[in-house]
T-cell receptor, first 111, second 113 residues
Framework: RKEVEQDPGPFNVPEGATVAFNCTYSNSASQSFFWYRQDCRKEPKLLMS???SGNEDGRFTAQLNRASQYISLLIRDSKLSDSATYLCVVNPGLRDDKIIFGKGTRLHILP | DAGVTQSPTHLIKTRGQQVTLRCSPISGHKSVSWYQQVLGQGPQFIFQYYEKEERGRGNFPDRFSARQFPNYSSELNVNALLLGDSALYLC????????????FGSGTRLTVV
């Protein structure tokens, strides 16, 4: 099993729809989790951290399921500007010495 | 406040040459990490430095080396370049704590011909 796995997509979703991605991780001792967004030929940018209790930031909701070892990202009322690659990031340990990126899920919002 | 700055932005080298990439972290950040991103893939961890000491190394050959300076800036060196080293090289800085997440620079796009 890969350390961090994501469905590469692409997800083609009409504007205004709700879309959700999952990301699975292999190390059950992983400590912290993040979602990053990456636009074409740009650097990744932190979208949100993922907390055990789940967290919401506007139209974005992140959830963590430790029992099944996955995190999820839900985007409501999707906008054209949400089109990007969404990278799942896992920190396997307490030390900030190696965070692991998934390969990313490509999202295309269709007008 | 300036973000993470990387130089150069683009670079073309020939096989066998050596390259040095530079990164300045956000002011106050003591941790710098280097990632390689090949087109269509997620970033792959190369190195992490914290307080001038190497704290982590990814699965890259010894041709890759790095260091961090007293002002927390960092250099990534790659020797004996191969065509497969062509990628976007990303530098990320963080205060050092595991839960803060990283801020990335805009990267150096290296092309090896």
């Amino acid at each position: 099993r890969k350390e961090v796995e994501q469905d590469p997509g692409p997800f083609n979703v009409p504007e205004g729809a709700t879309v959700a991605f999952n990301c699975t991780y292999s190390n059950s001792a992983s400590q912290s989790f993040f979602w990053y967004r990456q636009d074409c030929r740009k650097e990744p940018k932190l979208l949100m951290s993922v907390y055990s209790s789940g967290n919401e930031d506007g139209r974005f909701t992140a959830q963590l399921n430790r029992a099944s070892q996955y995190i999820s990202l839900l985007i409501r009322d999707s906008k054209l500007s949400d089109s990007a690659t969404y990278l799942c990031v896992v920190n396997p340990g307490l030390r900030d010495d190696k965070i692991i990126f998934g390969k990313g899920t490509r999202l295309h919002i269709l007008p | 406040d300036a973000g993470v700055t990387q130089s150069p932005t683009h670079l073309i080298k020939t096989r066998g040459q050596q390259v040095t990439l530079r990164c300045s972290p956000i002011s106050g950040h003591k941790s710098v990490s280097w990632y390689q991103q090949v087109l269509g893939q997620g970033p792959q961890f190369i190195f992490q430095y914290y307080e001038k000491e190497e704290r982590g190394r990814g699965n890259f050959p010894d041709r890759f080396s790095a260091r961090q300076f007293p002002n927390y800036s960092s250099e990534l060196n790659v020797n004996a370049l191969l065509l497969g080293d062509s990628a976007l090289y990303l530098c990320a800085s963080s205060p050092g704590a595991a839960n803060y997440g990283y801020t990335f620079g805009s990267g150096t796009r290296l092309t090896v011909v």
